[in-house]
């Protein structure tokens, strides 16, 4: 077994041990990131480890390992721009816990990159490009570094709101369990776009173009999907919704929407961030603003959702989360005040405890789990 095959093990053998944990952010701001930061969290008792700087880089937003090859790559910035001051990818070698060397970076074809997806094969990475809508991929060579770029794909249009929903605003990027299709929420055209992939080329064919519809105006930020690829839920960043949708053939119908928020609250707020639960029972979606987590519990035969609760997240704007190893943990990262939290969570019941005193961190936006040993 491949070193990086080994992160499905660490719900169980390894979880005696601290897990490893990188830290992708904005740079500069109030929190005067530097870069990709590391630290290690214990399943045991919820603890984090100290805090290192693993990597400089700019604008290190969002993190993705690769499944085999002991490399991580984030979006962000080059040290010296391109000519069309695009974002980039790039790649660095884990050398050792909290350590990174930086490999290569590459355009990715549009601005302001926000997510990132690795196929099946290991030998592309899709990317939404929030800033200019565009959706790229990019080929990767034999030893996992950016080669070239194999597709940019430009949307055009706009949705009703006139400040968030401009033009295309792509904010995330999913490949199908078959490795055949690549799915992208589009913030500012109220899609959920299907593009058909071939994997031998790293191409998406834009004549394949399908998409599922939100309300207009709901503004579909992230995707969260169930194992068996069944069920979708969409998180509507501009609507504080979460919309539950069946798969059927090669597109998803909605099935209702449900407020992330309390019925009582006035106040302002996006969502951020979604995930289901390992065990596919509960539902979670991060509101800024609010400053909470909604839990919702989901039927597994019709997919709707029902709201468990709304709970503090431990700090201000909590852009991003993850279900930590074991899936008694979610782990919350504040962009508004610096801080990661950790919030204690019943599989059974899928309900949040108290978070914890907080870990400071300069300007948090992502949270990337790493296998123990490489």
């Known amino acids: 077994m491949k070193a990086f095959a080994l992160y499905p093990l660490l719900a169980t053998a390894l979880l005696a041990e601290p897990v490893p944990m990188f830290i992708g952010t904005q740079t500069g701001g109030s929190g005067k990131s530097e870069g990709i930061y590391a630290t290690t969290f214990d399943p045991a008792d919820g603890s984090f480890g100290p805090l290192t700087l693993a990597a400089k880089y700019k604008q290190p937003g969002f993190l993705i390992l690769h499944p085999e090859k002991p490399l991580l790559y984030c979006t962000g910035a080059p040290e010296t721009a391109y000519p069309d001051k695009s974002s980039s990818l790039a790649a660095f070698r884990i050398e050792g816990p909290g350590k990174l060397s930086f490999l290569k970076d590459l355009s990715t074809g549009g601005n302001d990159a926000c997510h990132l997806a690795l196929d099946a094969t290991g030998r592309t990475i899709a990317i939404a490009n929030y800033g200019d809508g565009h959706i790229s991929t990019v080929r ?3 030893d996992g570094l950016p080669d070239s770029r194999a597709t940019v794909i430009a949307n055009t249009g706009k949705g009703p709101n006139k400040v968030r929903q401009e033009k295309p605003h792509a904010h995330g990027v999913y490949f199908d369990p078959q490795n055949q299709h690549l799915f992208v929420p589009d913030l500012g ?6 593009y058909a992939f ?3 080329t790293s191409t998406l064919d834009p004549a394949s173009a399908t998409f599922f519809e939100a309300t207009p105006g709901a503004g579909p930020r992230h995707v969260a999907f169930t194992a068996d690829f069944r069920f979708a839920y969409i998180v509507n960043e501009l609507e504080n919704t979460v919309t539950a949708c069946r798969k059927t053939g090669e597109k998803f119908e909605a ?3 449900i407020s992330t928020l309390p019925a009582d609250w006035k106040g302002g707020n996006t969502t951020a961030e979604i995930d289901v639960h390992p065990n596919g029972k509960f539902v979670y979606a991060s509101n800024r603003g609010h400053d909470s987590i909604a839990v919702f519990s989901r039927d597994e035969d019709s997919g709707r959702l029902s709201l468990v609760g709304i709970t503090p997240c431990g700090g201000e ?3 991003h989360f993850k279900i930590a190893p074991g899936g008694k943990w979610l782990i919350c990262a504040h962009q508004g005040d610096n801080t990661i939290s950790a919030l204690p969570l019943d599989p059974a019941t899928g309900k ?3 978070a914890a005193a907080p ?3 300069p300007n948090p936006i992502c949270i990337l789990f790493a296998p123990a040993k490489n």
Request: charged residues 20%; hydrophobic residues 35%; contains cysteine.
């Open 140 to 142: 990767l060579d034999g």
């Open 189 to 194: 055209l109220d899609h959920l776009w299907s």
């Open 198 to 200: 071939d994997a031998k």
């Open 255 to 257: 099935i209702h929407s």
């Open 317 to 319: 704007t909590p852009r």
């Open 352 to 354: 949040l405890g108290t």
């Open 359 to 361: 870990f400071s961190c």
